[in-house]
């Protein structure tokens, strides 16, 4: 059973389209976290989002913690080539040092 | 450059082969990670080290061995391994070990990996 799961777990779109990822769980975390992994490359950390409800926005990336922190989205404006990659929630979970990871959603932006 | 640094990036070895895998980090931090990606899974946290000293061990196979020989260098030992341990291994590093909830500044720096075939 996955803690965290992801949705869509493929999405290819042409660019200039808009894009929604989610991640969503039955369990409640303090926070959470999108990173993004590019091929051959480790994550890379984008946001941190710690409130229910919270929004924060990164350049054409918003994102969207749920009310009951429970969920969050990945908007994506006009799609560019160079957000081709993988993208993961995480969150903390059981011991202090414990970060789990969903299984992600590979992304594909065509030119 | 993320600051942490993997070698080698790839690895061919055979079921009855010893190899190591290793990790530095150039950013001053105290805690370090080895975790796996598959295919077929999500990320998989296998060992956390806090300055030189193992806090977690999440029931990873005996013919996985860390080492932490300072707070910058990161090794995992291999031996008799399977060809389902074929995967991507990535190690990590943060400041301190992540505490229950993610305040906004912690967070995982990753290595690019070590992509790792078993024959």
């Known amino acids: 059973t996955q803690l965290l799961e992801q949705s869509p777990q493929f999405l290819s779109i042409q660019e200039g389209e808009n894009l929604t990822v989610y991640c969503n769980s039955s369990?409640?975390?303090?926070?959470l976290q999108w990173y993004r992994q590019e091929p051959g490359e480790g994550p890379v950390l984008l946001v941190t989002?710690?409130?229910?409800?919270e929004v924060k926005k990164l350049k054409r990336l918003t994102f969207q913690f749920g009310d009951a922190r429970k969920d969050s989205s990945l908007h994506i404006t006009a799609a560019q080539p160079g957000d081709t990659g993988l993208y993961l929630c995480a969150a903390p979970y059981s011991s202090a040092s414990k970060i789990i990871f969903g299984s992600g959603t590979r992304l594909s932006i065509r030119p | 450059e993320t600051g942490v640094t993997q070698t080698p990036r790839h690895l061919v070895m055979g079921m009855t082969n010893k190899k190591s895998l290793k990790c530095e980090q150039h950013l001053g931090h105290n805690a370090m990670y080895w975790y796996k990606q598959s295919a077929k899974k999500p990320l998989e946290l296998m060992f956390v080290?806090?300055?030189?000293?193992?806090?977690e061990n999440n029931s990873v196979p005996s013919r996985f061995s860390p080492e932490c020989p300072n707070s910058s260098h990161l090794f995992l030992h291999l031996h008799t391994l399977q060809p389902e341990d074929s995967a991507l291994y990535l190690c990590?590093?943060?400041?301190?070990?992540?505490?229950?909830?993610?305040?906004?500044?912690?967070?995982?720096?990753f290595g690019s990996g070590t992509q790792l075939s078993v024959l």
């Open positions: 990590a590093s943060s400041q301190d070990l992540l505490d229950r909830g993610l305040l906004g500044n912690e967070k995982l720096f």
């Open positions: 989002v710690v409130t229910g409800g």
């Open positions: 080290y806090s300055l030189e000293e193992r806090v």
């Open positions: 369990s409640v975390f303090s926070s």
